[in-house]
């Protein structure tokens, strides 16, 4: 039987645009997800604490889209180096939150990141894209993920250049069906045509296929969220380098009224 649907929202901090990216998705934590509306809120005054602004944020977020806190079921908050920030945030928000997404695997000895490779898969998935596919992230630096014929994820670091992501792919396990660029669209705009001459593949923005460019990672930490509450793996062997497939995440309760 289907596992039923929860409404979750994504924190992240929004390095490029100042401030901490919402997202709202409902999932199975599996490959159905219905994505919603997604905002940036902007830097709060300097007086406001991580804590504070988030909380700040998601209350702006619910007012703004007329979402009543209770039909939010969770929310996901990026990785952050304070200890009790999901606890904070759960009696501030009144909602569930779930955190330290890559903490359990740092135990078993694997790096703890990336972690969007899995919503990644999941969003191919769930447009019925044809496996081997490549993703190829461009921020800072450029990153493959490898989605396998048998859903198998693995991620190769490279310099954000067409050549050395061209023979990053020839190395891979198989020939990727199709290659998918995301990011902001600054960043893959150079990038894209010099991709398209260098791998003989199909090669398409995911934005294409409905991907968000601008708020992703926060959507990314909402799907985290629902695995996480499921049990279900959020890390790889081939994503954080950890000898098996790892669940992850803490859960701080919202007092109850």
């Known amino acids: 039987m289907a596992e039923r649907m929860i409404t979750a929202i994504g924190l992240t901090t929004a390095s490029a645009r100042g401030g901490i990216d919402i997202a709202l998705i409902a999932t199975d934590g599996e490959t159905r997800?219905?994505?919603?509306?997604?905002?940036?809120?902007?830097?709060?005054?300097?007086?406001?604490?991580?804590?504070?602004?988030?909380?700040?944020?998601?209350?702006?977020?619910?007012?703004?889209?007329a979402l009543a806190r209770d039909r939010v079921a969770l929310i996901g908050l990026q990785e952050t180096d304070a200890e009790t920030a999901g606890e904070e945030l759960a009696r501030a928000t009144g909602i569930d939150v779930v955190y330290d997404f890559g903490g359990a695997d740092r135990e078993a000895g694997g790096k703890g990141r990336p972690l969007e490779p899995v919503y990644h898969r999941a969003l191919a998935d769930a447009a019925g894209l044809a496996r081997p596919l490549a993703v190829v992230e461009i921020g800072e630096e450029a990153r493959?993920?490898?989605?396998?014929?048998?859903?198998?994820?693995?991620?190769?670091?490279?310099?954000?250049?067409?050549?050395?992501?061209?023979?990053?792919?020839?190395?891979?396990?198989?020939?990727?069906?199709?290659?998918l660029l995301a990011g902001e669209e600054a960043r893959i705009a150079?990038?894209?045509?010099?991709?398209?001459?260098?791998?003989?593949?199909?090669?398409?923005?995911?934005?294409?296929?409905?991907?968000?460019?601008?708020?992703?990672?926060?959507?990314?930490?909402?799907?985290?969220?629902?695995?996480?509450?499921?049990?279900l793996p959020l890390?790889?062997?081939?994503?954080?380098?950890?000898?098996?497939?790892?669940?992850?995440?803490?859960?701080?309760?919202a007092p109850r009224r």
Request: proline share 5%; net charge neutral; charged share 20%.
């Open 33 to 65: 997800i219905v994505r919603r509306q997604s905002l940036t809120f902007p830097q709060a005054a300097e007086t406001q604490t991580f804590v504070e602004f988030c909380a700040a944020a998601v209350h702006r977020f619910l007012e703004s889209e």
């Open 144 to 179: 493959v993920v490898f989605i396998g014929e048998d859903g198998s994820l693995s991620v190769h670091r490279v310099a954000p250049s067409a050549e050395r992501i061209a023979q990053i792919g020839a190395s891979l396990p198989a020939s990727p069906l199709l290659w």
């Open 190 to 231: 150079a990038l894209f045509d010099a991709l398209v001459r260098a791998i003989p593949s199909p090669v398409h923005r995911a934005a294409e296929m409905g991907w968000s460019a601008e708020h992703f990672e926060a959507e990314a930490s909402a799907y985290l969220a629902v695995r996480s509450l499921r049990r």
């Open 235 to 253: 890390t790889f062997p081939g994503t954080t380098g950890v000898r098996q497939a790892l669940t992850g995440g803490r859960l701080a309760r």
